[in-house]
């Protein structure tokens, strides 16, 4: 006995492609299925088959004249089709049985049914017996509808007879025919009769199985289906009106029977089994069981039939396969045995040759590890080194040791550039004080992570020599005389949220990254208030400049806390690196930038800091707090919100965004190009739920109302524009289309023809988006630039055929002759000016109107899926493209036929917008084509009806002449 071992896969091998194979092959090839329909005359059994496949497959029938003749036995008619559904093809076969129950005797009526099902079988039977079986052409019937008439009482004996005949040989499906004379309670009861009839005679009729392995969805469909047997049906292939639809039925005074609608009859659930989900099983139940059972009695009944020597065929046919069987043993030893020896010499020569590898496999091993060795004391070499030699930057003294600072490259990380500090002990026999400060120095900076202290790579401790490395620094004292006041403003701002109490110039690095960020360092002699005992602050005093010690220190009568000397060496600070400023201030009559930074107010709060009395000084918190930095538009900016924006709740953002517009106005062009846009106009911030009203005021048009000038417009708006237009995020997109109004001519008026395609080729990619909002911005953003694109592309044509052009002033036209149309307002520009154009015959202008905007248009009024705002959105703004057209023809020198079958396109659409719209949306789409009617009084009315028709009128004059419209 072969047992089965389930095993796992390593890894894929292929035959799980096996269904797709299958599919193929199967589509191929086609399939076939035979459909036999039995019942009386009259019941609908032709057009159940032509309603059923969705196909004339039976043409009308004709009235027959009486005669006097009567058909004496049942006929049988066959009709096939070939049909084809979505590539898939089923040559389809209807066996109809006309005459079946018509006679006044019809006790045989079953016969000639049973005999053309059998012969069917026989026929099967002599093709599988054939020498050549390639072509075996299946004609069995894979099921039987039965037609029961509505009668309400229960089957008839003709009904048994045949269905006790034939349900053993064929898939037997009852369906009650024309169901749609019957109430619903009628049907109830008729169905409960008829399968109480079937059970009493014990005839077995088709039911869908239901396997336990079933998915839960199929098992719910085969009882449902079940629970309709048998189906109440009505057939009709003709179309009725119903509910303002065309539906598949019958109509009667009383209403319309819809055959599609499963509470009006069980057509669908005929339909679903006998085609959609159980057409395979009817033919795999009739090959597998009824054909089998056929097959079966055939050949037992043939054997016991003796052949002309007197010889039973099956016990010669067992002698014959004997005989095989033990040819087929014979041959199967000799070959084990040859098998047997041959694989006994390879398993020789395997042994051998797996020797010669094992001692090849550890001869390359050992090698290997040897070079690995290799290659790790090279690299352990090269990291501990520097790629060029320490640049030395500056050094500091004091009384017990120094600090170099050095710029140089590591090797290790891509030659990263960092800061080498050196910490070097000047008396090597004193005290060890001074190396423990140095390393808990060290060891503050590995632990501390503040964005406003260096950051810490590595270190290296010696006897008496520190070195760190640290990110790439510069010292404040080496650049602060060329600083801007922005940056000196930024830099106090921060280092005043982190004072500590070793404050002095030296001790503040600027980082070399784009952030330009003040840093402390000076960790050597910081430490927590509650460690601060008598001895560290006897050794503070005598390591720190003089001129940064408290009088306290001197002077044990003043009463002050620790922090206090912290804030006297701020004060100092503060007025060494503000000095310039305010001698520079003293010695300038007018200064409007001194408006935005008062030096004279931030050194009286430095005065205040460096009180002799300790208990009066100002600290850090009332700097911060000071009118210098809340009044600061620039502070208020750049660290109190943008430098912060993460962790800033919803409510403060918006409150914030609102503000910065105005915020921005008060700052210098300089200052808002150089510290504020930076930080602005990045990808990350399109995510921001408020940020659209700013980027408004950025991307408008620059002008005297604009917060920005052309020339910063031009050099930082411009070039972002361009390069976000070309992200593919979500937050991105939908703001860029969203605004395309305010920067699209603009933009355009500092670039050439390919950012007008750039932008085209976008919005043509929106349209294909899945997002509703994405796709509407994209329809209404076309809409705003075709006209553009239209004037642009004419203008250069008329170029290059040599048509004199005068500069227009089309902009401006447009604005005094439509008014306060936000929208039409700013869809044109001076282009005249850039021709020519090549790049812009990339689109053509009957595909964008014809075939892109129209449709999308089209498809939005009439689609309820986007709602009622963005489906009148999206007339507004055809209608407006519409008037821009017009309103070129007349400041433009284009001449009105070239317009004209864009106009008519437009034009038709409204018609077509006219029709799908009842008589309110009439009225509301009359009130966007001409603005808002008043209704006050009767005058007011006639008067803006009547301007409102006048101006339509001269809209649509143009065209009267055009004959072809």
Same mark, same amino acid.
């Given at each position: 006995?072969?047992?089965?071992?389930?095993?796992?896969?390593?890894?894929?091998?292929?035959?799980?492609?096996?269904?797709?194979?299958?599919?193929?092959?199967?589509?191929?090839? @086609?399939?076939?299925?035979?459909?036999?329909?039995?019942?009386?005359?009259?019941?609908?059994?032709?057009?159940?088959?032509?309603?059923?496949?969705?196909?004339?497959?039976?043409?009308?029938?004709?009235?027959?004249?009486?005669?006097?003749?009567?058909?004496?036995?049942?006929?049988?008619?066959?009709?096939?089709?070939?049909?084809?559904?979505?590539?898939?093809?089923?040559?389809?076969?209807?066996?109809?049985?006309?005459?079946? @129950?018509?006679?006044?005797?019809?006790?045989?009526?079953?016969?000639?049914?049973?005999?053309?099902?059998?012969?069917?079988?026989?026929?099967?039977?002599?093709?599988?017996?054939?020498?050549? +079986?390639?072509?075996?052409?299946?004609?069995?019937?894979?099921?039987?509808?039965?037609?029961?008439?509505?009668?309400?009482?229960?089957?008839?004996?003709?009904?048994?007879?045949?269905?006790?005949?034939?349900?053993?040989?064929?898939?037997?499906?009852?369906?009650?025919?024309?169901?749609?004379?019957?109430?619903? *309670?009628?049907?109830?009861?008729?169905?409960?009769?008829?399968?109480?009839?079937?059970?009493?005679?014990? %005839?077995?009729?088709?039911?869908?199985?239901?396997?336990?392995?079933?998915?839960?969805?199929?098992?719910?469909?085969?009882?449902?289906?079940?629970?309709?047997?048998?189906?109440?049906?009505?057939?009709?292939?003709?179309?009725?009106?119903?509910?303002?639809?065309?539906?598949? @039925?019958?109509?009667?005074?009383?209403?319309?029977?819809?055959?599609?609608?499963?509470?009006?009859?069980?057509?669908?659930?005929?339909?679903?089994?006998?085609?959609?989900?159980?057409?395979?099983?009817?033919?795999?139940?009739?090959?597998?069981?009824?054909?089998?059972?056929?097959?079966?009695? /055939?050949?037992?009944?043939?054997?016991?039939? /003796?052949?002309?020597?007197?010889?039973?065929?099956?016990?010669?046919?067992?002698?014959? +396969?004997?005989?095989?069987?033990?040819?087929?043993?014979?041959?199967?030893?000799?070959? !084990?045995? =040859?098998?047997?020896?041959?694989?006994?010499?390879?398993?020789? !020569?395997?042994?051998?040759?797996?020797?010669?590898?094992?001692?090849?496999?550890?001869?390359?091993?050992?090698?290997?590890?040897?070079?690995?060795?290799?290659?790790?004391?090279?690299?352990?070499?090269?990291?501990?080194?520097?790629?060029?030699?320490?640049?030395?930057?500056?050094?500091?003294?004091? /009384?017990?040791?120094?600090?170099?600072?050095?710029?140089?490259?590591?090797?290790?990380?891509?030659?990263?550039?960092?800061?080498?500090?050196?910490?070097?002990?000047?008396?090597?026999?004193?005290?060890?004080?001074?190396?423990?400060?140095?390393?808990?120095?060290?060891?503050?900076?590995?632990?501390?992570?503040?964005?406003?202290?260096?950051?810490?790579?590595?270190?290296? %401790?010696?006897?008496?020599?520190?070195?760190?490395?640290?990110?790439?620094?510069?010292?404040?004292?080496?650049?602060?005389?060329?600083?801007?006041?922005?940056?000196?403003?930024?830099?106090?701002?921060?280092?005043?949220?982190?004072?500590?109490?070793?404050?002095?110039?030296?001790?503040?690095? %600027?980082?070399?990254?784009?952030?330009?960020?003040?840093?402390?360092?000076?960790?050597?002699? =910081?430490?927590?208030?509650?460690?601060?005992?008598?001895?560290?602050?006897?050794?503070?005093?005598?390591?720190?400049?003089?001129?940064?010690?408290?009088?306290?220190?001197?002077?044990?009568?003043?009463?002050?806390?620790?922090?206090?000397?912290?804030?006297?060496?701020?004060?100092?600070?503060?007025?060494?690196?503000?000095?310039?400023?305010?001698?520079?201030?003293?010695?300038?009559?007018?200064?409007?930038?001194?408006?935005?930074?008062?030096?004279?107010?931030?050194?009286?709060?430095?005065? @205040?800091?460096?009180?002799?009395?300790?208990?009066?000084?100002?600290?850090?918190?009332?700097?911060?707090?000071?009118?210098?930095?809340?009044?600061?538009?620039?502070?208020?900016?750049?660290?109190?919100?943008?430098?912060?924006?993460?962790?800033?709740?919803?409510?403060?953002?918006?409150?914030?965004?609102?503000?910065?517009?105005?915020?921005?106005?008060?700052?210098?062009?300089?200052?808002?190009?150089?510290?504020?846009?930076?930080?602005?106009?990045?990808?990350?911030?399109?995510?921001?739920?408020?940020?659209?009203?700013?980027?408004?005021?950025?991307?408008?048009?620059?002008?005297?109302?604009?917060?920005?000038?052309?020339?910063?417009?031009?050099?930082?708006?411009?070039?972002?524009?361009?390069?976000?237009?070309?992200?593919?995020?979500?937050?991105?997109?939908?703001?860029?289309?969203?605004?395309?109004?305010?920067?699209?001519?603009?933009?355009?008026?500092?670039?050439?023809?390919?950012?007008?395609?750039?932008?085209?080729?976008?919005?043509?990619?929106?349209?294909?988006?899945?997002?509703?909002?994405?796709?509407?911005?994209?329809?209404?953003?076309?809409?705003?630039?075709?006209?553009?694109?239209?004037?642009?592309?004419?203008?250069?044509?008329?170029?290059?055929?040599? =048509?004199?052009?005068?500069?227009?002033?089309?902009?401006?036209?447009?604005?005094?002759?439509?008014?306060?149309?936000?929208?039409?307002?700013? #869809?044109?520009?001076?282009?005249?000016?850039?021709?020519?154009?090549? #790049?812009?015959?990339?689109?053509?202008?009957?595909?964008?109107?014809?075939?892109?905007?129209?449709?999308?248009?089209?498809?939005?009024?009439?689609?309820? %899926?986007?709602?009622?705002?963005?489906?009148?959105?999206?007339?507004?703004?055809?209608?407006?493209?519409?008037?821009?057209?017009?309103?070129? *023809?007349?400041?433009?020198?284009?001449?009105?036929?070239?317009?004209?079958?864009?106009?008519?396109?437009?034009?038709?659409?409204?018609?077509?917008?006219?029709?799908?719209?009842?008589?309110?949306?009439?009225?509301?789409?009359?009130?966007?084509?001409?603005?808002?009617?008043?209704?006050?009084? *009767?005058?007011?009315?006639?008067?803006?009806?009547?301007?409102?028709?006048?101006?339509?009128?001269?809209?649509?004059?143009?065209?009267?002449?055009?004959? #072809?419209?």
């Amino acid at each position: 006995m072969t047992s089965i071992i389930s095993k796992k896969l390593l890894g894929p091998v292929g035959f799980s492609n096996l269904p797709n194979q299958v599919h193929k092959k199967s589509l191929k090839k @086609g399939f076939q299925f035979t459909l036999m329909v039995v019942g009386e005359s009259g019941l609908g059994k032709s057009t159940l088959v032509n309603t059923l496949f969705n196909t004339t497959l039976y043409p009308s029938k004709e009235n027959k004249e009486p005669t006097t003749e009567v058909p004496k036995t049942v006929e049988i008619q066959t009709i096939s089709a070939d049909i084809e559904e979505n590539a898939v093809k089923l040559k389809l076969t209807v066996i109809d049985t006309p005459g079946f @129950g018509d006679f006044v005797n019809n006790e045989e009526s079953w016969r000639p049914i049973f005999e053309n099902i059998e012969g069917r079988y026989d026929a099967y039977l002599e093709q599988e017996n054939r020498v050549n +079986r390639k072509r075996i052409v299946d004609t069995r019937v894979h099921a039987c509808l039965y037609f029961i008439a509505p009668t309400v009482h229960s089957l008839k004996p003709l009904d048994i007879e045949f269905m006790k005949r034939l349900a053993h040989t064929v898939n037997l499906i009852p369906v009650i025919a024309k169901s749609d004379t019957l109430t619903d *309670e009628e049907i109830k009861i008729f169905k409960n009769r008829i399968l109480e009839d079937i059970a009493f005679y014990k %005839i077995p009729i088709y039911q869908p199985p239901v396997h336990d392995n079933d998915d839960p969805e199929t098992i719910q469909e085969n009882k449902d289906i079940i629970a309709k047997i048998p189906f109440a049906i009505v057939g009709s292939d003709r179309e009725v009106e119903f509910n303002g639809k065309k539906v598949r @039925g019958r109509k009667y005074p009383w209403g319309v029977i819809d055959v599609d609608n499963e509470d009006h009859c069980d057509f669908v659930k005929l339909r679903q089994m006998l085609i959609r989900t159980h057409m395979e099983e009817l033919k795999e139940y009739t090959n597998e069981v009824l054909y089998e059972s056929f097959r079966t009695q /055939k050949l037992a009944a043939g054997a016991l039939e /003796k052949t002309n020597d007197g010889q039973n065929p099956l016990t010669k046919f067992d002698e014959e +396969r004997l005989a095989h069987e033990q040819k087929m043993a014979k041959m199967q030893a000799e070959m !084990k045995a =040859v098998f047997q020896q041959k694989v006994a010499e390879k398993e020789s !020569k395997l042994k051998s040759s797996e020797d010669d590898l094992n001692d090849r496999h550890r001869i390359m091993k050992e090698e290997l590890e040897r070079k690995k060795a290799e290659l790790e004391a090279k690299r352990l070499k090269l990291e501990s080194g520097y790629a060029t030699k320490p640049e030395l930057i500056l050094t500091f003294q004091s /009384k017990l040791y120094s600090t170099s600072l050095f710029n140089v490259t590591l090797k290790q990380g891509l030659f990263k550039p960092v800061s080498l500090f050196e910490y070097s002990v000047k008396d090597k026999s004193a005290d060890n004080d001074c190396l423990n400060n140095l390393k808990n120095a060290v060891q503050k900076l590995k632990t501390l992570r503040h964005p406003r202290i260096i950051k810490f790579h590595k270190a290296q %401790i010696d006897d008496s020599k520190i070195s760190v490395l640290t990110e790439k620094v510069e010292p404040l004292c080496l650049v602060l005389n060329n600083l801007p006041q922005e940056e000196v403003c930024m830099g106090l701002y921060g280092i005043l949220e982190i004072c500590h109490n070793n404050l002095q110039i030296s001790s503040i690095y %600027i980082s070399k990254n784009k952030e330009k960020k003040w840093l402390l360092s000076g960790m050597e002699f =910081v430490k927590p208030v509650k460690e601060m005992e008598e001895s560290f602050m006897k050794n503070l005093a005598n390591n720190l400049p003089k001129e940064i010690i408290p009088p306290e220190d001197n002077d044990p009568t003043l009463r002050s806390k620790f922090q206090d000397r912290d804030y006297f060496a701020l004060g100092i600070l503060i007025t060494h690196i503000i000095e310039p400023f305010i001698i520079k201030s003293v010695n300038t009559i007018k200064n409007t930038e001194n408006q935005l930074f008062k030096w004279r107010q931030l050194q009286t709060l430095a005065d @205040g800091c460096i009180s002799m009395n300790p208990l009066k000084r100002y600290d850090a918190e009332q700097l911060l707090e000071s009118q210098f930095f809340e009044n600061n538009s620039f502070i208020q900016i750049t660290e109190k919100f943008l430098m912060i924006l993460m962790q800033l709740t919803a409510a403060e953002k918006q409150e914030k965004f609102l503000a910065l517009p105005s915020q921005i106005r008060e700052l210098p062009m300089s200052t808002v190009a150089a510290y504020i846009l930076p930080l602005l106009l990045t990808k990350e911030m399109f995510s921001e739920p408020n940020v659209i009203d700013i980027f408004r005021e950025l991307f408008s048009c620059p002008g005297d109302d604009s917060i920005l000038s052309v020339e910063v417009y031009q050099s930082h708006i411009v070039p972002f524009i361009k390069e976000m237009i070309k992200v593919k995020t979500f937050d991105v997109r939908l703001t860029m289309l969203k605004l395309i109004e305010f920067y699209f001519v603009p933009v355009l008026n500092y670039t050439m023809g390919y950012w007008m395609d750039s932008v085209i080729e976008v919005i043509l990619v929106g349209l294909e988006d899945s997002n509703d909002d994405l796709y509407y911005y994209s329809l209404k953003s076309l809409m705003f630039v075709i006209p553009t694109y239209i004037e642009t592309v004419i203008l250069s044509q008329n170029q290059e055929n040599g =048509v004199s052009l005068i500069k227009s002033g089309s902009a401006k036209s447009i604005h005094s002759d439509l008014g306060n149309d936000e929208s039409v307002s700013n #869809s044109v520009d001076e282009l005249s000016s850039r021709l020519p154009i090549t #790049s812009l015959k990339k689109y053509s202008i009957d595909v964008l109107i014809n075939r892109v905007t129209i449709p999308h248009m089209l498809n939005i009024f009439v689609s309820p %899926i986007l709602g009622e705002e963005k489906a009148w959105g999206s007339i507004e703004s055809c209608i407006s493209m519409w008037k821009t057209l017009h309103l070129l *023809e007349k400041n433009s020198p284009i001449k009105s036929s070239q317009l004209l079958p864009i106009y008519r396109s437009i034009l038709k659409s409204f018609q077509l917008v006219l029709k799908a719209s009842n008589e309110e949306k009439k009225l509301i789409f009359l009130e966007k084509l001409t603005g808002k009617l008043s209704l006050e009084n *009767e005058y007011e009315f006639k008067n803006s009806v009547g301007a409102s028709a006048i101006y339509i009128i001269e809209l649509i004059a143009p065209l009267l002449n055009d004959l #072809s419209l």
